[in-house]
């Protein structure tokens, strides 16, 4: 047997990217891991679980049944030509090549392409633009933060190594006690595992971060707070923490969905960065999304630098055209828009409304996927994939917006190609088409 420990390995799974993974590849297939989680090492375990797809398939009479590539990719392509306004939807679990050639495929077709951010950060991404964002790199927080903010999210669980490497446990260049240098603050609505670590964990009542930012805003200017609470919090442990908060050495608030998908979503987000920029007329202080998966704050990156907006761009008018509400994927199966659905990293039936699983479950649906999921069971077309990160190289962008280089650690069954080539293929065989027509 020969065993081989390929190191420096990034870790495709949630957007904290830990690059510091070991792999064991014994024979082609990897056996151990190290430094990594348990739910990064079950997604490097993953690629030779038995829920592999191996052959691409095309649904016939109700039933999925093997076919070639080329026939599948040909499929695909008819099925988005066919339709008057497909929907090419994913994204957050490949590497940024299959995001560029996505933009160039939904161009092509005059397509909506949308991530999974509409339903996650998407507002968080609406905030930014409404006021902007005092932000810095995970490496800054290591190194100098001493007062942590966590706001409805639960890295204990969501993100597992996140405090160890980057906030609360880690040893930094000016923070060298960890966590003796470092104060810890949780806001949620549940007394979380990560609240359990806080030195100070106020518990919020759901649908009250708007006005619970607002009090700090008021505390932090020195105004009166009316009443004994806010959302349940004390007035007198929010003017407390405040004041921990004024007298930071340099401090981070991270949000997560607690925020973007509870009364307010946009409007807490914004409410949220207006206090971190109340917060540096008395301190340096800075404020970062938790991005749940690996990479999806690469998606609008690239859409940015390609179309100029971050998601939910339509392409039906020419050129790309953005407002969410109107062009995010939710809304246009809910309004029944739709007439075709490329899904791609992702499981929407999984996640999605039931008015939205309903109707998709009616359209022609091609699925790009390395595992068979609740999507597949409804595709017409189902093309496996590598698992990028694990069986193909690429970029992805940390939920600080840093760039990192996916390593290829082993090979993908025989017929698996990575993302972008099947999106090559399917692009090359509409244009083909269209030629022809």
Known sequence: MSQEVVTDVVCPFCGSLCDDGEIVVEDGKIVETRNLCTIGTAKFLSAQNGHRIMKPMIREN?????????NAVKK???ILLKAERPLLYGWASTECDAHRVGCELAEELNAVIDDTSSVCHGPSTIAKQEVGLPACTLGQVKNRADVIVYWGCNPAHAH?????????FIR????EQGKQDRTLVVIDVRNTDTAKLADHFLQVKPGYDYELFSAFRAAIKG???RGEDVGGVPVSKIQEVAEIMKNAGFGVIFFGLGLTMSRGKHRNVENAIKLTIDLNKYAKFVIMAMRGHYNVAGFSIVTGWQTGYPFGIDFQRGYPYYNPGETTSNEILQREEADAVLVIASD????????SISYMAKLPVIVIEPHVTPTTEIATV???SAISGIEDEGTAYRMDHVPIRLRKVIEPPLGCLPDRKILEAILEEVRKLKSKA
């Open 76 to 78: 695909a392509a008819e």
């Open 223 to 225: 105004q009166p707070i």
């Open 172 to 175: 930094g260049f000016f923070r």
């Open 62 to 70: 109700g039933e999925l049944k093997e076919t070639t590539f080329e």
């Open 348 to 355: 929407p039936v999984s996640h999605f409304p039931a008015s």
């Open 382 to 384: 189902v093309i496996p």
């Open 160 to 168: 597992p190594r996140h405090m160890a490497r980057y906030t609360t």
